[in-house]
């Protein structure tokens, strides 16, 4: 991408903006890092998203925009990373998330009696819950309340959809 830029550029003569996804500009690697190697003259304006509040200051960029990690489960609820908290931001309708009582806003703080404070921490808990056969157990807070969600077993279809494919 650089490069084609750099060539454009000198083709052209006119600015380039270069519109890329967050891995190719975070903690200044990537395309600003190659394009100050491969066109010294060049002006760089980096804008870059801030996933966390407390990275601001580690972060190498000229402007910032706040774009916190999301992921979005296989049971149906799309997460939010934001300071060592896990938020639900939606739940699709009829997933095993609806299914169990999750619903936008909870926070998710512990997975089979671990504390959840990045993806990570819940992949690792649904790993260990797969691979010992054994439910997923949410801790929830909802509104100040904390209470426990049995999210069943991962990976595992329910009886009644086995049965329909012959298993």
Partial sequence: MAQNAVDLRQG???PVVIVAGAG???RGWGIAHRLERLDPKAQV???VPLRDAR??????GDAFFYCPPMFQSRMGMVLEARQDRILVVTVR????????????????VAAQGRPMRSFKDLHWAGKAAHDADEPLILEVVRRGERFVVDAGLLGKRPESEAEESGE
Avoid: C, M, N
């Fill in 12 to 14: 052209t003569g006119r």
């Fill in 55 to 60: 990275d601001f200051q580690a972060q190498d």
């Fill in 45 to 47: 304006a980096a804008l």
């Fill in 93 to 108: 309708p009829g997933s095993r998330a609806d299914t169990v009582g999750i619903r936008p806003g909870d926070e998710l």
């Fill in 24 to 26: 190719h500009v975070e």
